[in-house]
């Protein structure tokens, strides 16, 4: 990854990048000065291997911070698309908030440090992004993938419905859960689902970033519960595949199933079951044959 160094000279002065040297080809360093500096180390300006370019700017008040900030903007304009991290050295915290609107608007690799970072720092620190960066992906790619689905009306109820539970134990508020799920239910069937949500969570939230990080956990979940129900509908339709053969039972085939998969309790089953056939012998010979599928469930 290519990480470009934004140097405020005037306030770093040369402390603030000692360990220029042990940076790579992948790095870049932009240091902003004006006549009014002290003279910049020779040491720095002739690292080898380093690509180093010097802005001199106008003596104003603050005019220094205005261009390395516009050079910031200018230089996320080039890169989009490019996985690069952005890096201003300065002890001036006023530079926060400019790293803050970009991050708010997508671009997450920006930081503020008071010096260059040694090598082994700056790479245990992209380790950690990696991992941070994967770790990520594979959420997102399981929800991708789990609701990669046309969903009906009954499916968005139904994802209403667990997303309003798994907010509402997360102890969001009433009139949050529904702001929230409104913009679930209204990019459920998006192709970039996850990204439609983002940027309505964004527009309308001042802590967007962990409202987004607590849907994405929950629709983890919901995408988990699904697979398990749909696991287990394959799991009863091959098992009446290869016991209820007869007519009788085929032609009741999908009422038997959704018996099998909504009841809670063995004692359910029978009495649905009752419900369909109305003959308690038949019955009793039925729920021999599926105790292998209700041994689990409660009751007798």
Excluded at 28 to 44: G, K, M, P, R, W
Excluded at 101 to 122: A, D, M, T, Y
Excluded at 175 to 195: G, Y
Excluded at 257 to 286: F, H, P, W
Aim: with cysteine; charged share 25%; aromatic share 8%.
């Amino acid at each position: 990854m290519e990480t470009f160094y934004l140097i405020d000279f005037e306030n770093v002065h040369n402390e603030g990048m000692e360990s220029i040297g042990t940076l790579t080809e992948a790095d870049h360093v932009h240091i902003f000065y004006t006549e009014n500096a002290l003279n910049i180390s020779l040491d720095i300006v002739l690292t080898k291997g380093i690509d180093i370019i010097g802005h001199k700017v106008p003596v104003r008040k603050q005019s220094l911070d205005m261009h390395l900030v516009s050079y910031l903007g200018y230089l996320l304009g080039i890169n989009k698309g490019k996985e690069c991290s952005y890096v201003i050295i300065s002890k001036d915290k006023d530079y926060d908030n400019i790293i803050k609107f970009w991050q708010e608007n997508g671009f997450k690799s920006i930081s503020r440090n008071c010096k260059i970072l040694s090598s082994n720092v700056v790479n245990e620190k992209r380790t950690t992004e990696s991992l941070t960066t994967a770790a990520t992906q594979n959420i997102n790619s399981k929800i991708n993938v789990g609701m990669a689905y046309k969903f009906s009306g009954n499916d968005r109820s139904e994802l209403n419905i667990y997303v309003q539970h798994g907010l509402a134990n997360l102890g969001y508020s009433r009139n949050s859960i529904n702001r929230i799920c409104k913009f679930v239910i209204a990019h459920c069937n998006d192709e970039h689902m996850l990204n439609g949500i983002h940027n309505d969570l964004m527009r309308e939230f001042q802590d967007y970033s962990k409202i987004y990080d607590d849907v994405k956990v929950i629709l983890k979940e919901f995408v988990s519960s699904k697979g398990k129900v749909t696991k287990r509908e394959s799991q009863v339709r091959s098992f009446f595949g290869q016991h209820f053969k007869k007519k009788i039972y085929v032609d009741k085939k999908d009422e038997i199933i959704q018996i099998l998969l909504g009841a809670a309790t063995r004692q359910k089953v029978n009495n649905e079951l009752l419900k369909l056939y109305s003959d308690s012998s038949r019955v009793k010979e039925m729920i021999k044959t599926l105790q292998p599928l209700i041994k689990e469930l409660p009751g007798r």
